[in-house]
């Protein structure tokens, strides 16, 4: 039952024993929740990585929202599927408990996945956040700019990068380090014997060390993505080129405190 996930009863063979279609809406309804309450943090940190000036409007804040949780809502829903579906395909179709590299092979896979619909979504909110528009108006902005529906799909080796960490991150290592702590023999004195408690700690440690090892690329894309002009950014590896000369590596890295461990950390719980 859906009930169990994040509970200790056979959580690591939940997305094996839910449908395709459950394990679906189960990451679109995380993703929606994820999406809305952290629109305030993602608009700042999108803004900041690319060293724009910060307005606390509610109104700019909230711009792009509806692409943002149409974004949220179909990567996660693509990630819980595939990586429900790769889980199948692995153990062909018997529930059981899956080895580390399989769990994290398969939410690899799923994240990588997902970064085709974020690539488009997020940079239409992004676009959204600068100069505003409508969900329709901003994309046909992009092609007439770009020339092409290619220029839909700019920023999509970062995103498709980072969405693997950090699916790996919630649906790979999390739960195996919560199998981890309940294995242990220190599960009574740092999880008070509770399987929930285990959970928040695996989903605190997964959450940060997948925002933490993605924000990179997460950078490079939301800098690629504002200017889809190439004025300053152009390709992936230019990109990256340009914000190490002027940061070094701490350029890779803005706005990752209070903004994506948050957001990473709120989707790990939910899941």
């Known amino acids: 039952p859906v009930s169990s996930i994040g509970m200790g009863v056979d959580r690591y ?3 094996q024993r839910l449908s395709d279609a459950e394990n679906a809406v189960l ?5 929606v929740v994820e ?3 952290t629109q305030p943090l993602t608009y700042f940190k999108n803004t900041r990585q690319q060293g724009l000036r910060v307005s606390f409007n509610p109104r700019i804040m909230y711009r792009g929202v509806t692409a943002s949780a149409t974004n949220d809502a179909a990567m996660t829903s693509v990630q819980f599927f595939f990586t429900g579906a790769f889980q199948k395909i692995v153990t062909g179709g018997k529930a059981r408990e899956l080895s580390f590299g399989e769990e994290m092979g398969a939410s690899l896979a799923s994240g990588a996945l997902s970064g085709v619909p974020c690539t488009v979504l997020e940079l239409t909110m992004i676009q959204q956040q600068r100069f505003g528009g409508t969900l329709l108006s901003t994309p046909l902005r992009i092609v007439s700019v770009a020339g092409g529906l290619h220029g839909m799909f ?3 080796v970062a995103a498709c990068g980072r969405e693997a960490v950090a699916t790996a991150g919630y649906l790979g290592l999390s739960p195996y380090i919560q199998k981890g702590l309940e294995s242990s023999q220190y599960f009574d004195s740092l999880c ?14 997964s959450g940060v060390s997948a925002a933490a090892i993605s924000h990179p690329l997460d950078t490079i894309k939301s ?3 504002g200017d889809i002009e190439k004025k300053t950014f152009g390709g992936f590896r230019h990109t990256a080129t340009v914000l190490y000369e002027a940061g070094g590596t701490r350029a890779f890295f803005s706005r990752l405190r209070c903004t994506v461990l948050f957001g990473r950390l709120l989707l790990s719980y939910l899941q």
């Open 13 to 15: 063979q939940e997305l």
């Open 27 to 31: 990451g679109m309804a995380a993703g």
């Open 35 to 37: 999406a809305v309450a």
């Open 154 to 156: 700019r920023g999509g």
């Open 192 to 205: 008070f014997g509770n399987s929930l408690a285990a959970n928040v700690v695996a989903s605190s440690i």
């Open 223 to 225: 800098c690629m993505q």
